[in-house]
């Protein structure tokens, strides 16, 4: 049996709601219907082909969007029900926080920002909440998946106060500088947690890092220190899991006491409280969000800007280019039912709106639909 909720937690039968009226569930609950219909639909299915830091064909062992999100709501939820708040709510949240993701990861989303720089730019993290709000075609009487307020508040993490003014009530926060409930504030760790560890493994797996440069890391070296006390003669993949296991179990263990500690100074009475309370609530103590930081460094300048993974972000920018700039000069080129909406009569649109359809196109696309529809077009 679950502990009760914490008063600062968020209630599902508190929820602000959906922006279209939808009847209820018997069997689950506001954010676990949340959560069912993010896992169903195409753009979750998507992530499976969408690049993290390696290319989907580089091997089939390496993370990708889609194992990436399964490990943030992995190690989300036991933060969350190790804090008594929502985990539901941290799970649908954590499922969805990459969703707006172009392929090619970084590399990807840094090309389409510049090819729309004269039309509003583009932002993954918007990008998810475009996504959930109006892009998935699922329901006959609304757009989008028509998800609860608090969901939506943790799918959009970052926001520019301008893009804020344009998104309503879900946009206020950051027009406000108010914080989001701590369910989508575990999220956000619970991100950089999974990425920081799993590109380790990725990494150490591709060869393009080495186990004895990472423990200029602090955060290794404890951890590699204990395994080989333990185990002296251990290597390959056995040492890099019972290192990697270790420094999951260390930060996460870490963030739970401080965030129970800095929670009971603070004593919200209600996610409202968590709100406004000027503060983010979940954190590290300082020590560990150094070494953790410093870990993030490492994997900055060694693996992020690896040779190999600048190649393949050259390659990302040149794909998306080329696609962005064929569409726009050709939409003939475009889908049946993009090139429809472009040319409608009775609902004209017009340059700018042309070229977000075309960008939210490229965007939903995975890594080998974008080489594909690469190659389709170059070969005519
Ligand atoms: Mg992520």
Redesign the pocket.
Known sequence: MANELAIYAARSENSKGRVHKDDGSEYRNEYQRDRDRIIHSSAFRRLEYKTQVFVNHEGDMFRTRLT?SIE?AQIGRTIARALNVNEDLTEAICLA??LGHTPFGHAGQDALNACMKDYGGFEHNLQSLKIVDLLEKRYAIFPGLNLTFETREGILKHCSKNNAKTLGIIGERFINNEKPGIEAQIANIA?EIA?NNHDIDDGLRAGLLDIESLRKCELVDIHYKRVKEKWPDLSGSHLRHEIIRRMINYVVSDLIETSEELITSVSPIDIDDVRKCGKSLIRMSKKTESMHKALKKFLHDNLYRHERVNLMAEQAKETIDYLFNAYMTMPELLTDELQAVISSESNKIDKMQTTRLIADYIAGMTDRFAFSEHDRISSN
């Open positions: 990436h943030v926080h990459d991100d990425y």
